[in-house]
């Protein structure tokens, strides 16, 4: 392929290596937090033409994730018992040491062939460091260690002398060996870092390769999009970074179907740990500097998928969810990060009923290659 043919949309899903789903309600989820479970659903997703997967990071028990599998370990197992999926371990700043965790992603990158990247995640649930003895820092200043820890990364992945001198993280003089694999367009294993606070986004536009938003709609992707533009421009970045959408699918046979089933989760929702979880997080939204963090507008209907899935509008038929996510991405999304009721099952019928639209509508748009025709 030319090197500057554009670049088809990349898909990514939610992996359950938390208990509970990803909706906060009763209504059932044939999904299943165990290894065996996660194993065959990782097989199913790059099968069916997933490029990524990410793993979500919990410590404690929290909003119905009853039980957590570390997101390392278990990112690690995903790569080993696949063969082209790439896995983004999420991890928080605060609970790693920065060459620790270069270290380890440096030795998971051989095992995997250059298939690992990270999720860097700023935290925002206050018992998961009081409850270990770390400290809390304030929003802020949470995002601003995640800029240092970004920095250290790089620093040891690309210096044989790793230098760096901040106000959360000292590196002297410091050679990792061996560095993860790297080639043309790819010198380190990816980075990515969400939230939608604007110091997400300055973070984001200063240091990420991907920055993973919330859900959100035609107006609030254009809005952050053009924040993330003006502050790579700002830091003297040639290109921002790539951009990364939530959005709960729900597919079905009909549109008033799938309108059905949304209805169905939310008038299920478990109200007391909604209730909960929107306190824990509006409160940590607030204390921005600006009170622009993320969740900061999120209602009750919202919270039931706790990354405002539900706000992607990503609910239909086969062809309406696609044609909505080419639309994401004519205004610049660069990837789709998914999350099912029913992964195995979903995950598999996404692959043969949306994507293929999906390439279609892509190359009659000029946003990816055309495809080949398939061989008789």
């Known amino acids: 392929m030319p090197t500057n043919a554009p670049t088809p949309l990349s898909f990514a899903y939610w992996v359950p290596n938390v208990s509970g789903g990803l909706v906060t309600s009763t209504i059932e989820q044939r999904t299943d937090w165990s290894?065996?479970?996660?194993?065959?659903?990782?097989r199913i997703a790059e099968e069916a033409g997933f490029e990524y997967a990410l793993t979500q990071v919990r410590y404690t028990a929290s909003y119905s994730a009853q039980y957590q599998h570390e997101s390392t370990s278990f990112s690690l197992a995903l790569l080993l018992a696949t063969q082209r999926l790439k896995v983004i371990a999420a991890v928080h700043p605060g609970m790693w040491q920065p060459g620790v965790l270069a270290k380890w992603l440096a030795t998971a990158d051989h095992l995997s062939n250059g298939r690992v990247a990270v999720n860097i995640v700023s935290g925002w649930l206050?018992?998961?460091?009081?409850?270990?003895?770390?400290?809390?820092?304030?929003?802020?200043?949470?995002?601003?260690?995640?800029?240092?820890?970004?920095?250290?990364?790089?620093?040891?992945?690309?210096?044989?002398h790793a230098e760096l001198a901040g106000d959360f993280y000292r590196i002297r003089d410091f050679n990792l060996q061996p560095k993860p694999l790297s080639w043309d367009g790819r010198p380190h294993p990816e980075i990515f870092?969400?939230?939608?606070?604007?110091?997400?986004?300055?973070?984001?536009?200063r240091h990420s390769d991907w920055y993973f938003s919330n859900g959100n709609d035609f107006?609030?992707?254009?809005?952050?999009?053009?924040?993330?533009?003006?502050?790579?421009?700002d830091a003297g970045r040639a290109e921002p970074p790539r951009f990364g959408l939530n959005g709960f699918v729900i597919v079905r046979?009909?549109?008033?179907?799938?309108?059905?089933?949304l209805r169905e989760i939310i008038a299920k929702a478990d109200v007391r740990a909604v209730e909960g979880f929107g306190a824990a997080v509006r409160q940590a939204g607030a204390s921005t500097a600006d009170r622009r963090g993320m969740w900061a507008n999120s209602s009750f209907e919202d919270l039931v998928q706790y990354n405002d899935g539900f706000r992607t509008q990503l609910i239909g038929t086969a062809g309406q969810v696609a044609e909505r996510i080419v639309a994401y991405r004519k205004l610049g999304v660069n990837l789709i990060l998914a999350g099912f009721l029913h992964f195995q099952e979903e995950v598999e019928?996404?692959?043969?009923?949306?994507?293929?639209?999906v390439r279609e509508l892509e190359a009659r748009a000029g946003l990816a290659p055309v495809p080949e025709p398939a061989l008789p």
Do not use: C, M
């Open 35 to 42: 290894y065996d479970y996660n194993v065959a659903l990782a």
């Open 126 to 160: 206050k018992d998961e460091f009081t409850k270990l003895g770390e400290p809390w820092l304030e929003h802020d200043e949470r995002y601003r260690r995640s800029a240092e820890f970004i920095q250290a990364l790089r620093e040891i992945w690309t210096n044989d």
């Open 193 to 205: 870092q969400g939230g939608n606070s604007t110091a997400a986004r300055d973070n984001g536009g």
């Open 219 to 233: 107006d609030g992707v254009t809005a952050q999009l053009a924040d993330l533009r003006r502050v790579a421009a």
């Open 253 to 261: 046979d009909t549109e008033a179907e799938a309108k059905e089933v």
């Open 349 to 357: 019928a996404f692959g043969r009923d949306v994507l293929p639209l």
